[in-house]
């Protein structure tokens, strides 16, 4: 006969706790200055980087060819329009999370938006987006928004944060493993991926390739042991920081890999220097909007918006009145809360994508893509449309005018093409748009000024031995071969 309910002796509450959440997960507490600071680095750095890798866009969709990085995802790709719009959101939506606002909602969808763009194709080959697409899945557990009454060392509690610095163990520890091989210990791949560096004559006349393999490696080994270890992150710190800050400055072609590191090391450098540091900016706190109703966010808002209209981002201006509509519905469903942090994300993401789109060539580097994969494809309108951009870019740049009076040529649009290659003629100091235009007036009969393109090719470029090859050939009235159309 079983014992009555009453009998059965009730486990104790330590035992419970120790059977339902392990201490080493969900007992796992960070400083709250630690975790706001992380979250702005870690989000404000996959915010860049997304507008950064709108350069690529053209890329996808090209020929309607795609290889998925999973199995059944390659119809699923994105194309050159969705690729650019979606990374344009994604950035928006990291901004907003690097605030702090409506990090439940968001950070779920870039997480989602980040893996699509990267699991659905080949393109994109870098290995470190596999990671960041793990690391975005376990940051949509962690708290991310302020406790109440939070102030700079208000312990918070997440195991998807210890679980977030675990994958970063995993990543150092494969990364180790993978270079226990000869062509790695004995220096020579790392001398072939930077023996053209800045710091190869520093290596070799110190620790030599053989060394700064083995001690990569043993670094490697250490921060796999040390960066989800509490005591051990005053020596992962500074040793991680040190060897991604290396990374950073070498000549090694891997994105924005090592910034994404140092970004994550604000999680590992020890809670007592964040808040140490949190002290003397309490001062600053007034320059943060405390009030702001409706008026405040609607005038930030409007005003952004207008910023919007002046980014060059292709879809740019479309896009940023569409998340305008967006940060108005956060903005409802705060429900009367403060709503100056929303206009202010709002403002800081639309601000990143005219900074980006001015100070780098991520728009140039788009359309000169775009141009030159729809010209190699046959489709010379999309090649002029692209190539037109790039001259609405920048007037000045000859390879725009080069390029689209190349791809007018082939159009036999003659006065419109020969009036770019001459403008690209007084703008770049080269050859090339002189031969272009010397063969399309041989191509035609016209030997006269064909010699003439062909002497101003060599006073261009002296050095250019088709060049002078060309002009000689027509000034002795030799033979010369008719050349074809270009393409």
């Known amino acids: 006969m079983a014992p009555p309910v009453a009998a059965i002796p009730a486990p ?44 690529h866009a053209p890329r996808y969709g090209a020929g309607g060819f795609n290889v998925a990085q999973v199995f059944g995802l390659d119809a699923l790709a994105p ?15 990291f901004v907003v999370a690097a605030f702090g606002i409506a990090t439940r909602v968001v950070v779920p969808v870039a997480a989602g938006l980040y893996g699509w763009l990267y699991f659905a194709s080949e393109l994109d080959g870098y290995q470190h987006h596999y990671l960041v697409a793990m690391i975005l899945v376990v940051a949509c557990f962690v708290p991310w928004t302020a406790p109440p009454e939070a102030r700079a060392d208000t312990p918070v509690r997440s195991w998807a944060l210890r679980l977030l610095l675990v994958e970063i163990a995993i990543m150092y520890l494969w990364a180790a493993i993978s270079k226990l091989e000869p062509a790695w210990l004995d220096g020579r791949a790392i001398a072939m991926q930077l023996g053209t560096g800045r710091f190869d004559e520093v290596i070799v006349d110190s620790v030599g390739w053989g060394g700064a393999a083995k001690l990569i490696l043993v670094t490697e080994f250490v921060l796999a042991a040390t960066v989800w270890l509490r005591p051990a992150w005053i020596v992962a710190a500074p040793l ?10 070498s000549a090694l072609e891997i994105g924005r890999f090592a910034y994404l590191m140092l970004a994550l090391y604000a999680f590992i450098v020890p809670d007592r220097v964040w808040v140490a540091l949190a002290k003397p900016l309490r001062p600053f706190r007034v320059l943060i909007p405390r009030g702001g109703g409706w008026p405040v966010f609607l005038v930030l808002v409007a005003a952004t918006s207008a910023l919007a209209l002046l980014c060059r981002i292709e879809y740019a201006a479309i896009v940023g009145l569409v998340l305008a509509a967006l940060a108005f519905a956060i903005a409802l469903a705060r429900r009367g809360a403060n709503l100056a942090p929303v206009a202010c994300a709002h403002l800081a993401a639309i601000m990143l994508w005219s900074y980006v789109d001015r100070v780098s060539a991520v728009s140039a580097d788009y359309y000169n893509l775009w141009g030159g994969s729809s010209r190699r494809l046959g489709d010379l309108t999309a090649a002029e449309r692209a190539y037109r951009s790039l001259v609405a870019l920048d007037g000045r740049d000859g390879n725009a005018h080069f390029k689209l009076g190349r791809v007018l040529l082939d159009q036999d649009r003659e006065a419109e093409g020969l009036a770019e290659l001459h403008a690209a003629e ?17 191509r035609h009969g016209r030997r006269d000024t064909a010699l003439t393109a062909a002497r101003g090719a060599v006073v261009a470029e002296p050095s250019n031995a088709e060049a002078a090859d060309l002009a000689r050939a027509l000034l002795e009235n030799s033979a010369v071969p008719v050349p074809a159309p270009e393409h």
Do not use: C
Not at 240 to 249: D, K, P, V, Y
């Open 12 to 55: 104790a509450p330590a035992v419970v706790a120790a059977v339902e959440k392990p201490a080493f997960w969900f007992g796992f507490e960070v400083s709250w200055a630690k975790l706001a600071l992380g979250r702005a680095l870690l989000f404000g750095m996959l915010a860049l980087d997304a507008l950064l890798q709108i350069r």
């Open 79 to 93: 194309n050159r329009i969705t690729y650019g719009i979606a990374q344009l959101v994604e950035s928006y939506l």
């Open 240 to 249: 991680g920081i040190a060897l991604h800050t290396g990374i950073a400055m």
């Open 426 to 442: 007084r703008l770049e100091i080269n050859a090339r748009a002189w031969l272009v235009e010397a063969r399309w007036e041989l």
